[in-house]
């Protein structure tokens, strides 16, 4: 990425938009309806309240950005390295974090392997540790190996596999990384590529919501199902359908988008404020105020 302004700018905005995404999404989380939502910011989110001493991002941002600086640190993607980092940041902040992620980041503060911790928190709880935590945090990896394809669906795996063993939340990493290195490289178009790239090696239920999103309807959208918050497959197919349908407008919306704001914050903080900033090939895409988006609670 070195020597190619664009491509540099296009990353410093997918990181812009995963973290504006977050802070802007922090004061909706436990607002709970659309009414609510509404009734608590008629103008959109536009004031925000400064946040906690000694803790300037949540979970999602927080752990994106560790991994990163491990990546860069470490020259490569080091399990052990990333794991001491999230478990570092566990035990002297922690602030939002998930159930799922703190189990398994507790198993390795207590001497597990960081993919045994993983694979141990999922067999605990299974079919029930398909959250979005795999996807908040993932976009370093897309940014680091955006040239190297098959190590960027491995270490998106592997990264997701600390602590979201299954494999709807580890091919949900490779996929959300898969397209913003499309959209980095100025594919707007990036659904075929992404379904080309994970063939069938991914889960049948992912590869059918990423198939559906170029003809899908708002209305259709899986934003307010109960019993399913926070799912990372949901997830995905929201953010995907926002860049695919609404890639040039960051204002707007339609009757769900206050719904919307609580499910597509992790993906589309990384994806639309980060992938479409990549698509515009601006750094500084304003992300809009109404709209940024914020993770259910399960993660």
Not at 148 to 168: C, F, G, N
Not at 172 to 184: F, I, T, Y
Not at 189 to 216: K, Q, T
Request: proline fraction near 4%; include cysteine.
């Amino acid at each position: 990425m070195q020597g190619n302004p664009q491509l540099v700018a296009r990353a410093r905005g997918a990181l812009l938009g995963l973290v504006a995404g977050n802070q802007l999404g922090v004061p909706t989380e436990h607002l709970g309806t659309a009414e609510a939502i509404r009734k608590a910011f008629p103008n959109g989110v536009l004031d925000l309240a400064p946040p906690p001493k000694n803790s300037p991002y949540d979970d999602d941002a927080a752990m994106a950005l560790l991994l990163g600086e491990s990546l860069l640190d470490s020259q490569g993607f080091d399990a052990n390295d990333v794991a001491r980092r999230w478990v570092k940041w566990m035990k002297v902040d922690g602030r939002g974090i998930g159930i799922t992620t703190k189990r398994a980041l507790t198993m390795i503060d207590r001497g597990k392997e960081p993919f045994e911790a993983g694979q141990l928190t999922n067999e605990e709880n299974p079919g029930r540790s398909a959250g979005n935590g795999s996807v908040m945090r993932c976009i370093p990896v897309g940014l680091r190996y955006h040239n190297d394809l098959d190590r960027l669906i491995r270490v998106s795996t592997q990264q997701a596999a600390i602590t979201h063993a299954d494999e709807r939340c580890t091919w949900g990493a490779a996929a959300v990384n898969l397209a913003a290195r499309e959209l980095l490289h100025g594919n707007i178009y990036f659904i075929d590529e992404v379904l080309h790239r994970i063939g069938d090696r991914a889960p049948r239920v992912l590869r059918d919501a990423i198939h559906r999103v170029p003809r899908e309807s708002e209305g259709a959208l899986p934003i307010a199902r109960a019993g399913e918050a926070g799912y990372v497959v949901y997830c995905i197919e929201i953010a995907f359908w926002f860049v695919t349908h609404d890639r040039l407008s960051c204002a707007g919306g339609g009757r769900h988008r206050h719904q919307c704001r609580r499910r597509r914050r992790s993906a589309r903080g990384a994806i639309r404020g980060g992938g479409v900033a990549a698509a515009l090939g601006r750094s500084d895409h304003r992300i809009g105020r109404d709209r940024a988006a914020r993770r259910a609670s399960r993660r």
